[in-house]
């Protein structure tokens, strides 16, 4: 995966230093012209959504993948312990989770971590991090669910990590070509009250 998205990210970084003209010299320029900067805007949006929820969540299930496999060893033998058990308590502790809920979980943390950051509220993402976490391991408590705790822990701060660099970028690059309001020039009698005694 990640050779092939790095192949990618060449092809256009090559392909970018040969024609670095190539949007000005094309036909967007002409029939777009009042709408290009909206356009360009748009454009690196959806790259920054892209990017951040569902690149994101692929790129952290893949450097995640070592650690939860040892987190699912120990929880394969934590529920075979419960042989034993009555089967209500065994029915109380081999509840799964919702199927893809941990995907969807993290697509969602991501995307409010975007909007936060494109709002300009990002004091707003440590609450995100902190109810997450109240959530998440409020009912991790024994000592034997350590691993599982530190997957969780690791998964979460390389989620958000991922959200605010690429939110970060996003904005920028929104900030950069998104149109700019023409400056209105102060009235005449603005001016003159401004200006300084002869």
């Given at each position: 995966f990640m050779i092939d998205q790095m192949a990618h990210l060449i092809v256009i970084a090559v392909l970018a230093g040969f024609f670095p003209q190539a949007s000005a010299n094309g036909w967007w320029p002409e029939s777009l012209s009042h709408l290009l900067p909206w356009l360009y805007t748009a454009m690196c949006l959806l790259s920054g959504v892209i990017l951040i929820v569902p690149v994101g969540g692929i790129v952290i299930g893949k450097l995640t993948e070592p650690i939860r496999a040892e987190a699912e060893k120990i929880a394969i033998l934590s529920t075979d312990n419960l042989a034993d058990a009555p089967s209500a308590a065994r029915g109380q502790h081999l509840i799964a989770g919702l199927r893809n809920g941990g995907r969807y979980i993290g697509w969602l943390e991501r995307t409010l971590v975007l909007l936060l950051?494109?709002?300009?509220?990002?004091?707003?993402?440590?609450?995100?991090?902190?109810?997450?976490?109240?959530?998440?391991?409020?009912?991790?408590?024994?000592?034997?669910?350590?691993?599982?705790?530190?997957?969780?822990?690791?998964?979460?701060?390389?989620?958000?990590?991922?959200?605010?660099?690429?939110?970060?970028?996003?904005?920028?690059?929104?900030?950069?070509?998104?149109?700019?309001?023409?400056?209105?020039?102060?009235?005449?009698?603005?001016?003159?009250?401004?200006?300084?005694?002869?």
């Open positions: 950051m494109l709002i300009g509220q990002p004091s707003g993402i440590g609450f995100l991090i902190t109810a997450k976490s109240l959530l998440r391991l409020g009912e991790i408590r024994e000592s034997k669910d350590r691993k599982l705790a530190e997957y969780i822990i690791i998964g979460t701060f390389l989620s958000f990590g991922w959200s605010l660099v690429w939110s970060v970028s996003t904005q920028n690059a929104i900030d950069y070509w998104r149109p700019r309001q023409p400056a209105t020039q102060a009235p005449l009698r603005v001016l003159l009250e401004q200006a300084p005694p002869a």
